[in-house]
């Protein structure tokens, strides 16, 4: 009996042994992985601003990514009737170094009708996109001018930030503007922002990433 007893436990004690050798010591974390997104952000409108009043609808906000890429930059695909009408690039990428990484950065997006405010070379029936991008210590600003017929705010636009999860290998949605929308709930995805307002004009403005 004694002898049994001393082989449970003896056989108890080497299960236990092996167990802790297959365990090992703590295992360091994995690296970041590159591409996953941390955070997107949103900026809440400012109290008294006159945008609304000039017909000027914007996403201000910011991201996050768990690695740094070798560059980044900003696109905007346009959506007209729930099919991608044009996209646009951001002719310039901002590289990421050791002192600057592009890890994390902000943007500002405004639609402007040119028809309400007519800027400097402005043509008729016509949105400006003027865009801001800062990353570290680089600054990029630019505009785009894009016709009513590839997209048309109208007198109700909608806009949305998206979350991490909606990201994919080496992009990431960070806004969306809904023209002429009825009616409007956030969407997961820009797919599900199309497919859900199939009749209004799409704007997705995406974070590239290399």
């Not at 591409?35 to 952000?41: D, E, P, W």
């Not at 400012?46 to 914007?58: S, T």
């Not at 505009?143 to 909606?166: I, W």
């Amino acid at each position: 009996m004694q002898s049994r007893l001393l082989l449970t436990l003896c056989g108890l004690a080497a299960m236990a042994i092996t167990a802790a050798l297959g365990r090992g010591p703590a295992a360091a974390q994995d690296p970041p992985k590159f591409g996953s997104v941390k955070s997107i952000t949103r900026q809440p409108d400012e109290f008294g601003d006159l945008a609304q009043a000039l017909r000027i609808h914007k996403a201000v906000g910011g991201y996050e990514l768990a690695a740094p890429p070798s560059r980044v930059r900003l696109r905007f695909d346009f959506y007209h009737q729930a099919g991608k009408v044009r996209s646009v690039a951001q002719p310039i990428w901002i590289q990421s170094t050791a002192d600057a990484p592009a890890t994390s950065g902000r943007y500002a997006v405004h639609v402007i009708d040119l028809d309400f405010l007519p800027l400097g070379g402005a043509k008729p029936g016509q949105y400006r996109i003027h865009y801001q991008f800062a990353v570290a210590a680089a600054r990029v600003a630019n505009s785009v001018d894009v016709p009513k017929a590839v997209f048309n705010a109208g007198r109700n636009m909608a806009t949305q930030s998206f979350r991490p999860g909606a990201a994919k290998p080496g992009e990431a949605p960070l806004a969306a503007f809904v023209g002429n929308a009825t009616s409007f709930r956030p969407f997961a995805s820009p797919e599900e922002v199309v497919q859900g307002n199939p009749t209004s004009d799409v704007l997705v403005v995406v974070l590239e990433y290399q």
